[in-house]
């Protein structure tokens, strides 16, 4: 089959791809090979079709986070003592969702039963390279590649020995001479097998292949009396290894940044039990805040009235009004980053009644409206303490990208996300976005419009686009 260039691909599949990918800690090609598994199989809905550009109206393909194994292991099992470790490696990797289909060499199944295996996989498990049943169609090809990670567990000096000298002539080395997998080796012999020279050799070849060993360990030998270096490594530990290489930890390109956030509505009080207010919900900052957080940003969330939960590992400031908005905002900084996204009300009640306020027939009591302080307008145009990057919300009914390039000019930021909130929309309240980012490049105003995502999508996103410009770092785990 030919290869794919993700970079050759059209930006909206692009961003696709990347938010997806992120999402489930996959590299890019791996989610590609997941999609079209799916696809195959007829598990996914299909793809919605891109365009290029991405216009506001386009739909991204929703996720389906959860609902599949995550990611596949085809475990072999090699002739050693320690096999019967691998038994408790299948438990450990399926609490990890991670299904494992299971290969038993001819040596193994003197130490452990395919039924054992099969009983705890809930798979049916290979033994034979020539196995009629699955070979009419390449078997051991398809167990080589429909899987994310090869792990051999115990890799016995045999196997390791075949292996660095590429033979297959039995299921599992047929199985890794063929694959294109990551392969994750758990040698596990005798200390003099383990240090002879042959084994060394076979080490130093296997690891210059890009082969992962994890282990052995130094400790007791099932033989009587016998100690050293080559007792495999403990299931959980192989698990451990295992879950590294599926799924890398994300890259934190926000690490030593402060990044200060506003969400959420304020209240304006009109009197100790009334106030006024609009319909923010506070979804889309929250999201920012803790995406930012997962990249690794000291994150400072000022918060409007909101009924959402913290975001865990940022400092939370809950407050009601503007002005306490404002007040929280200043004693934050300095901030490296910041970001706006709050719904702050324009107007107060100028005359806030300090007693309920009476209801008297024929009469309306006289509230007389002043303007807030202007939070995005105020800190972008601090002398010394402007974060180097200020980041506005739009939040527009008509004319959507004129207004929010005028509110660019206007209130001195660098960039602004415009989101139409008419109420057909739904993005009040709402989970999803359709958000356009407005920003300066070379004394043009720049438009990039991104199709329609859910406000966790958005915040990744964004956040994607502040790291890139703040420190020149992606967000996507290193393929
Ligand atoms: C009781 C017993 C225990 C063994 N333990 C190990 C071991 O821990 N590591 C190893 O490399 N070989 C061990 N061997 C030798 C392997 O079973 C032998 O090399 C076999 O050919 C390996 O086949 P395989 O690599 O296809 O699984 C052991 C043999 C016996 C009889």
Redesign the pocket.
Same mark, same amino acid.
């Given at each position: 089959m030919a290869s794919l260039t993700i970079r050759k691909l059209d930006d909206a599949v692009k961003t696709y791809l990347r938010l997806r990918s992120a999402k489930n800690h996959r590299s890019v090609e791996e989610e590609v090979r997941v999609i079209l598994r799916e696809l195959i199989e007829g598990r996914e809905e299909p793809l919605t079709p891109f365009s290029a550009p991405p216009t506001p109206s386009a739909t991204a393909t929703p996720q389906r986070i959860g609902a599949l194994p995550e990611a596949s292991v085809t475990l072999i099992i %090699? %002739? %050693?003592? @320690?096999a019967y470790k691998s038994l408790d490696l299948i438990r450990r990797l399926k609490e990890r969702r991670i299904e494992v289909r299971c290969v038993l $060499?001819? @040596? #193994?199944q003197q130490f452990v039963t395919p039924l054992a295996v099969s009983a705890l996989s809930h798979e049916r498990v290979y033994t034979d390279l020539f196995d009629p049943q699955s070979e009419f169609d390449a078997g051991h090809i398809r167990l080589a590649r429909e899987c994310d990670l090869i792990v051999v567990a115990?890799a $016995? @000096? /045999?196997?390791m020995a075949k292996m660095a000298n590429g033979h297959a002539d /039995?299921l #599992?080395s047929a199985i890794l001479l063929a694959t294109n997998r990551k392969i994750l080796l758990a040698p #596990? +012999?005798?200390p003099l +097998?383990w240090n002879n020279a042959a084994t060394r050799r076979n080490v130093t070849q296997l690891q210059r292949d890009g082969v992962v060993l994890i282990g052995p360990n130094s400790g007791e030998m099932a033989e009587a009396g016998e100690a050293g270096v080559g007792r495999m490594s403990e299931a959980i530990e192989i698990a451990t290894a295992a879950e590294r290489l599926l799924r890398p930890p994300m890259p934190k390109p926000l690490a030593g940044k402060r990044v200060l956030i506003t969400a959420g509505p304020t209240h304006e009080p009109i009197d100790p039990v009334r106030y006024i207010a609009n319909r923010s919900s506070g979804k889309q900052g929250f999201a920012i805040a803790a995406a930012a957080q997962a990249a690794g940003a000291e994150v400072i969330l000022v918060s409007g009235p909101v009924d959402l939960g913290d975001p865990a590992g940022v400092t939370v400031k809950h407050v009601e009004s503007a002005r306490q908005m404002l007040e929280q905002v200043q004693a934050a900084l300095p901030a490296d980053i910041a970001i706006f996204a709050a719904a702050v009300a324009d107007w107060r009640v100028a005359n806030e009644g300090e007693q309920k306020l009476k209801k008297t027939a024929g009469s309306m009591p006289p509230l007389q409206l002043v303007e807030n302080p202007d939070i995005l307008a105020t800190i972008s145009r601090l002398a010394d303490k402007r974060p180097p990057l200020v980041i506005g919300f739009a939040a527009e009914t008509e004319h959507l990208i004129d207004n929010a390039k005028t509110k660019l000019a206007r209130k001195g930021c660098d960039w602004i996300v415009a989101n139409d909130v008419s109420p057909a929309t739904g993005v009040m309240g709402g989970d999803r976005n359709t958000v356009h980012l407005i920003s300066r490049k070379d004394g043009e105003i720049a438009v990039d419009s991104w199709p329609v995502m859910t406000k966790e999508q958005v915040a990744i996103e964004l956040v994607a686009h502040i790291a890139k410009s703040a420190t020149g770092k992606s967000l996507e785990p290193a393929s």
């Open positions: %090699g %002739g %050693g003592i @320690a $060499t001819k @040596a #193994a115990p $016995t @000096a /045999d196997l /039995d #599992a #596990a +012999m005798n +097998m």
